[in-house]
């Protein structure tokens, strides 16, 4: 299972980013997919997560601002960031559990004061 990222960037405090993560296999058989990051110096951090059923999932920081969404036709997770603040900044991974653990390899997020 390969799992591609993107959509990070630079955004100001309140601004909006979509991240998505493309997944090589059928996301239909991937029973939990999940977005973590890492700040600079700081321990990496489940952020949001989806199972298959569709239920959902947040770290405390980011509820009401943050929506996790899956595409089963496209292979693909979304991560929309609404409210971004300076402490959202970080390298963001998605993440895929199927019989093992896959790392998407991070994209960067930016938010500047």
């Known amino acids: 299972v390969q799992l591609q990222a993107s959509g990070g960037g630079l955004v100001q405090a309140g601004g909006s980013l979509r991240l998505s993560c493309v997944v090589s296999?059928?996301?239909?058989?991937?029973?939990?997919l999940d977005w973590h990051r890492q700040a600079l110096g700081k321990q990496r951090e489940l952020v949001a997560s989806?199972?298959?059923?569709?239920?959902?999932q947040y770290v405390d920081s980011v509820k009401g601002r943050f929506t996790i969404s899956r595409d089963n036709a496209k292979n693909t997770v979304y991560l929309q960031m609404d409210s971004l603040r300076p402490e959202d900044t970080a390298v963001y991974y998605c993440?895929?559990?199927?019989?093992?653990?896959?790392w998407g390899q991070g994209t960067l997020v930016t938010v500047s004061s």
């Open positions: 993440h895929a559990i199927r019989y093992g653990h896959y």
């Open positions: 989806i199972t298959t059923s569709g239920s959902t």
């Open positions: 296999k059928s996301i239909v058989e991937i029973n939990y």
